[in-house]
């Protein structure tokens, strides 16, 4: 928060949008500097079938998924870096 870069929010985890599907939650990047807000999606990691199977992380590659999956932490909170540019760039989604 404030000049650091760093967020925090508290949620519930949330439930998939049909059966089998992998769980996300839907992020907006507003910062100085972007004409336009960004989207991405920040997956659950535990349901690794459901992540697979996932129709937007299949048409990605292995290394460019990954900036779309959160990390569980030993108190059972989710890390998830949003990057805007360079190594490891989250993948940011287009809305028309």
Known sequence: MGNTGIYTFTTVN???TKPGAAPFIS???FARGL?????T???LPENEEAL???PLLSSL???RRKTL???RDPDGGLTFDIRLQGEGETVFLDFQ
């Open 14 to 16: 949330p439930g998939a």
């Open 27 to 29: 992020v907006a990047v």
């Open 35 to 39: 004409t336009n807000r960004l989207f």
């Open 41 to 43: 999606r920040t997956y």
């Open 52 to 54: 697979a199977q996932d």
């Open 61 to 63: 590659d292995p290394e």
């Open 69 to 71: 999956i959160a990390r």
